[in-house]
Nanobody, 114 residues
Framework: QVEFVESGGGLVQPGGSLRLSCTAS????????MGWFRQAPGKQRELVAH???????HYADSVKGRFTISRDNAKNTMYLQMNSLKPEDTAVYYC????????WGQGTQVTVSS
């Protein structure tokens, strides 16, 4: 069983930036595709970005050009750099394996508001 701990969220004004971190324990992430998900109030959880073991990245259209996903396999950690944040980015952000989902962590709240 893999456990994920997300951190780095907070309150930011529109146009601002945040960097989220996700640390996994219980198994090395090196061979797995990793993903960032988010869930806004009243909406379903959605995959916003994922990164395969070789480093190729994929983004939802809503965040493309603004978010950058990366990973440090030596630290068993994944990151999400979020720039040009919009109010519609407000959500709880989670990490997981998109194609072999484990238990969800507590997530980290991102609130974009003036």
């Amino acid at each position: 069983q893999v456990e994920f701990v997300e951190s780095g969220g907070g309150l930011v004004q529109p146009g601002g930036s945040l960097r989220l971190s996700c640390t996994a324990s219980g198994r090395s992430i090196i061979t797995y595709t990793m993903g960032w998900f988010r869930q806004a109030p009243g909406k379903q959880r959605e995959l916003v970005a994922h990164i395969i073991s070789g480093g190729a990245t994929h983004y939802a259209d809503s965040v493309k050009g603004r978010f950058t996903i990366s990973r440090d396999n030596a630290k068993n950690t994944m990151y999400l750099q979020m720039n040009s944040l919009k109010p519609e980015d407000t959500a709880v952000y989670y990490c997981n394996f998109p194609f072999w989902q484990q238990s969800w962590g507590q997530g980290t709240q991102v609130t974009v508001s003036s």
